[in-house]
């Protein structure tokens, strides 16, 4: 009998709030895929989900998992946090009660981190209530109890600028874990017809045989692999590897230059640099998105762009939900947009900016730095109200032929609900002339505390 | 008549608390009333009405009738106004702090939901679960010799929710028993089947750990075990077999500890009919006095059924070499008086628990085949623990503080 193979969340999805406050860290593009669908690929078979509460009708399997166990089957679980996985296929093959663990990475306290346990039913009841609850330090204490500990080397993200820093290397990793997947040959092995499509280094350049590739284009494979799904490269398109472009996209007329991921169902033009945008977003007129993170239905209006290097060149620092701001110690690195983020025409953002779930931002020639989560407005923001923020959700999500389910609905009002301390201080969404009032002064005291009750609940581990 | 009058006398007067400001507030009405009379009198004695107006003012009216009948209809008013608010709750706010629950602006939150641990096996904890509604967290710790996915597969099967499985170990141990014919059986070969053990019951039992390749391996106890028991309002034992559920978990050194260590109450929820081949003869008192032998602790309290059994069913039971778990007259006998409760009474104690006695189980109709012959099944009245029934009595335990 198979293992149940279960993804998990632990401590370090905090890091990465708010680009995870709609969606757990396992579902996070790096390379080719995220870390579910790569333990997925690895193995040939669906893989479950153990993640917050809020996210786990959508993502996971319900907010009381404990079908997860009802096999008698070991259990396998996998730190979602995990890049390429090459130590999974020995794990399944170890004894049972055997436990992975690595270094955190440079600058955590932790001496090791849960990469991974392949456990008894027995054991997986002991430590799953805390993987239910993201504790992934107290899940390896009691592991460390009853199982073989083995250090592995294993590459984790730790912080939100790991997505970008690994992304090009990572599509070089999951290279051959993908054409394993899904056999396609390179256009080495299968020419195209077409001489106006200029390709470099064929050996490194796959097509899927359902991709429209408009000439004149170049595929250049030199730097890294170029992976082309069933999408449209449309003319005067250039893309340089290592680079992917995910099944449904639509390439207008647009440099995407190396260490490039494009997710599903994605509309781009313009100019993108080093990039992940996680799928179903649209970027699709010109202006620069360098060394940035999109999220699902993010729509950036046309000449939107970001900086991604300081006049300095000192290394850019990004405002991180419970730690403040954190200096990434990287050089390039530009903004940061969670799920449902919407940016008029000619916004610029700053390196490291980070723009929270859902917000709607306009009318600004340079947005602030860090915007929370259901933010609506340019020069004056406000809250963005959610029956509002839905109704878009749900326009946007039917132009491409998808329904907002109940569950991500109610997700979308919990994350709102669960943020609203992030939103203290601004305009009050239906009432503009009650700020500055006894009562709006009152109600932002009362924002500010629950805000910063919440932080004093939960406070960060890491530095 | 008499008690629709008491009935609005209890009402009226649990507004007492109100009739100042209410009367302020009457007060207040009948100055605004008075003002804008005289603003209307003001007003139709200097502007020309249209016509309607006379009717609408009732001017056909004397002055004195008009007056009788505008009070009239005030008075009526009002009456129905205050009847409707005496109807809502309205609890004057009391500054002084209750052992139940704290103040909070606007109303009294209730005592916190409790956090319950149990010790029972795959039928008991479904019975169980739904007292997890009522709990804050309910963890349920599996028999130490049972693959703890049977119980995850068959709550999943009912989408319970708030209800946590845990296995005590880290790996399962056998359990053996010794019954009073001097032979030792795995207490998993379903002793309570074979109609040849029927008559006996068990007189000893003991716990074999895993054997590896290493030699046997110590049963450290679960983190999330230890916590559970340590953190708990409430121990529930049972419902289910004594020596098959409860009993093989008090084998382990360290969670009897834990158990013990424990301020949680514990609650032993008795066998509804003895076992045969386990428990055969046991009574109330024998049940008990088992959990003090293993365990090395008395339970708090002790639920007993005491809903009379229908003859027909104690006949197919006894068939089966099973009796009813009552209380005996001499058990009767063995009272105290008991402090801890709001009101001081006297309570029946056996082997140092409280009894309660009360209406736990009800008789359902259950489909019987064997594997044998699987065509041959037949429908039989059995008697069961019912969960609405015995939630409530363990409720109003924890409730009694």
């Known amino acids: 009998m198979n293992d149940t193979v279960i993804v998990f969340e632990d401590e370090g999805f905090r890091s990465f709030l708010p680009l995870v406050y709609t969606r757990p860290v396992f579902e996070l593009r790096c390379g080719l895929y995220t870390a579910r669908e790569r333990a997925a690929a690895q193995l040939g078979r669906p893989v479950a989900g153990l993640c917050r509460s809020h996210l786990a009708n959508v993502y996971g399997a319900g907010r009381w998992p404990l079908s997860l166990l009802a096999e008698s089957a070991p259990v396998t679980f996998v730190n979602g946090r995990a890049l390429d996985m090459p130590w999974l296929p020995e794990l399944l093959n170890e004894p049972i009660n055997t436990v992975y663990v690595a270094d955190p990475g440079p600058g955590l306290l932790a001496a090791h981190v849960l990469v991974g346990a392949r456990i008894s039913p027995s054991l997986a009841s002991a430590v799953l209530f805390d993987l239910m609850h993201q504790r992934g330090e107290a899940a390896l204490i009691e592991l460390r109890r009853f199982a073989r500990v083995v250090e592995v080397d294993a590459r984790l993200l730790n912080f939100p600028w790991d997505i970008i820093t690994n992304n090009g290397e990572q599509i070089s990793r999951d290279l051959s874990v993908f054409l394993k997947q899904h056999g396609w ?54 893309i340089q590897g290592p680079a992917a472009i995910g099944p449904g996209s ?56 970001n900086s991604d290097l ?58 602030p730095k860090t915007i929370p989560p259901f933010t609506w407005g340019g020069e004056v923001f406000r809250e963005y109200r959610i029956d509002g923020m839905i109704d878009v959700a749900r326009k946007v999500m039917g132009r491409r032929k998808i329904v907002l389910s109940q569950e991500q609905e109610a997700m979308l009002r919990e994350v709102f609900a669960l943020t609203r301390g992030s939103r203290a201080g601004m305009v009050e969404p239906t009432n503009e002339r009650a700020v500055g009032g006894a009562a709006s002064s009152n109600a932002d005291a009362l924002a500010r505390a629950e805000a910063e009750a919440i932080l004093a609940f939960e406070p960060p581990r890491r530095v | 008549m008499l008690d629709v009058m008491r009935v609005i006398f209890k009402r009226l007067s649990s507004l007492a608390h109100l009739s100042r400001p209410l009367a302020l507030t009457s007060v207040g009405v009948v100055l605004f009333a008075l003002g804008l009379a005289y603003f209307f009198i ?90 997890g509604r009522h709990a804050s967290s309910m963890t349920c710790i599996t028999p130490v010799q049972d693959p703890v996915e049977y119980y995850y597969r068959a709550s999943s099967l009912f989408r319970f929710e708030n209800v946590y499985y845990v296995a005590p170990t880290g790996s399962m141990a056998q359990v053996e028993v010794e019954l009073s014919n001097g032979q030792r059986y795995d207490i998993r070969q379903g002793l309570a089947h074979n109609q040849e053990l029927a008559p006996y019951h068990v007189v000893g039992m003991r716990l074999i750990p895993p054997q590896t390749a290493e030699g046997t391996q110590p049963l450290l106890v679960t983190r999330h075990t230890l916590d559970a028991l340590a953190e708990a309002d409430a121990i529930i034992l049972g419902p289910g077999s004594l020596f098959e559920s409860i009993l093989p978990n008090l084998l382990i050194p360290e969670l009897r500890e834990a158990i013990k260590a424990s301020r949680a109450r514990k609650i032993y929820v008795c066998n509804l009919m003895t076992e045969p081949g386990l428990t055969t003869g046991f009574g109330v008192a024998e049940h008990l006095s088992q959990i003090r032998t293993y365990g090395g602790f008395s339970p708090d309290y002790v639920l007993v059924n005491a809903q009379r059994i229908e003859p027909e069913v104690q006949q197919m039971y006894l068939a089966a070499h099973q009796s009813p778990v009552y209380l005996s007259p001499e058990e009767y006998e063995e009272t105290s008086v008991s402090a801890t409760d709001r009101v001081t009474r006297r309570q029946i104690l056996v082997e140092g628990a409280v009894v309660i006695e009360a209406d736990l189980a009800s008789s359902q109709l259950q489909l019987t085949a064997s594997l044998d012959r699987p065509g041959e099944g037949r429908t ?18 924890l409730r009694r503080g």
């Open chain 1, 310 to 367: 300081k006049n300095t060149y000192g290394t850019i620092r990004m405002a991180i939900e419970g730690l403040g701001q954190v200096d990434s110690g990287v050089l390039k690195l530009g903004c940061f947009l969670s799920d449902h983020v919407k940016l008029g025409i000619g916004v610029h953002l700053n390196g490291g900016a980070v723009i929270g779930t859902g917000s709607n931002i306009f009318g600004v020639h340079f947005a």
């Open chain 1, 250 to 305: 639509t390439i207008s007329r647009a440099r995407i230059l190396a260490e490039t991921t494009i997710g599903a169902v994605c509309r781009i033009g313009g100019e993108v640099e080093a990039s992940v945008v996680q799928g179903y977003s649209n970027k699709h007129h010109d202006g620069f998105l360098g060394h940035s993170y999109l999220g699902e239905w993010v729509n950036i209006g046309a000449m939107t762009t």
């Open chain 2, 42 to 131: 003001a007003l139709y004695r200097t502007v020309e009405m249209p016509g309607f107006v006379y009717y609408l003012t009732l001017q056909f009216l004397p002055r004195w009738s008009r007056g009788i009948l505008l009070m009239g209809l005030g008075l009526a008013t009002l009456v129905i106004g205050i009847w409707q608010l005496s109807g809502v709750a309205v609890i004057p706010l009391s500054t002084a702090p209750t052992n139940t629950g704290e103040l909070v602006v606007g109303f009294q939150s209730t005592a916190a939901p409790p956090r319950i641990a149990v010790l029972s096996g795959g039928p008991g904890m479904l019975i169980l679960a739904s007292l």
């Open chain 2, 380 to 397: 039989v009245r059995v008697l069961r623990h019912d969960p609405d029934k015995l939630a409530a009595a363990i409720l109003e335990i």
């Open chain 1, 185 to 238: 040959p390179s256009l080495a092995e299968r020419p195209l017809d077409d001489p106006h499509v200029v390709v470099r280094n064929p050996s490194q350049v796959f097509v899927h045989p359902d991709a429209k590739l408009d000439s004149p284009i170049v595929l250049d494979g030199r730097d890294g692999p170029v992976v082309v799904d069933a999408a449209q490269i449309e003319p005067f398109s250039f």
